[in-house]
């Protein structure tokens, strides 16, 4: 627990300093990136005892790749996350691959996605920490690497390319199913509110 309060303090601290430089388009940079990369950092090099699926997740990847046919593993878990599993096994036998692999697409999407799309960044990196986005990225890897797709498909929303959009939402689904229900936000952007 001190390694939150600790970082709530950084967070804070950091913002501060970071809100204090003239040119902000640097500042908003070095914020992001230092303070994604640490996240990231905690991320993917926890202990297998942090989070309630950690171990799951890392069972499943010497269970995939320790298996001969990888489609046993089609019922609980779905296709895209397995071929995961199975395609970092080629770069390494450690199970710690896969939890570095996925922390850096989350924590680089994430720091993309409020550096693009936030006017105030350590707000929103504040936000992510303090809404349990971190501690989901610990518990969670398949609904957070959706998430971030999501983040990620929202950039074909704004510049209105709908093909790129059913691709990202497409590849969403090879990770969590329930992604598919983000196909209506492409019709409903059309609306005003």
């Known amino acids: 627990m001190w390694l939150y309060y600790l970082l709530i303090v950084y967070l804070i601290v ?8 003239r ?4 500042a ?14 905690l991320s993917m090099f926890r202990s297998i005892n942090v989070g309630h699926d950690t171990n799951v997740y890392a069972s499943l990847f010497y269970r995939v790749n320790a298996s001969p046919n990888i489609l046993a593993f089609a019922g609980r878990f779905e296709m895209g996350y397995i071929y995961l599993n199975k395609i970092l096994g080629y770069v390494s036998n450690n199970h710690q691959i896969i939890f570095i692999a996925t922390s850096v697409y989350i924590y680089y ?3 993309r996605f409020i550096y693009k ?12 920490f303090i809404l349990g986005y971190f501690a989901l990225s610990m518990n969670r890897l398949r609904e957070m690497i959706v998430i971030a797709t999501i983040l990620l498909s929202y950039d074909y929303i704004v510049e209105k390319k709908p093909i790129k959009f059913i691709i990202t939402i497409i590849g969403a689904t090879l990770f969590h199913t ?7 936000a492409y019709p409903l952007s059309k609306f005003k509110l």
Request: proline share 2%; charged share 5%; glycine share 4%.
């Open 28 to 41: 908003k940079i070095y914020y992001i990136t230092i303070t994604m990369g640490l996240l990231a950092f």
């Open 14 to 21: 950091s913002a501060v300093f970071a809100s204090s430089i």
């Open 178 to 184: 329930a992604s598919i229900v983000f196909f209506a």
């Open 117 to 128: 799309y936030s006017s105030v960044p350590w707000i929103s990196v504040f936000l992510f």
């Open 23 to 26: 040119n902000t388009k640097v």
């Open 109 to 111: 999407i994430f720091g």
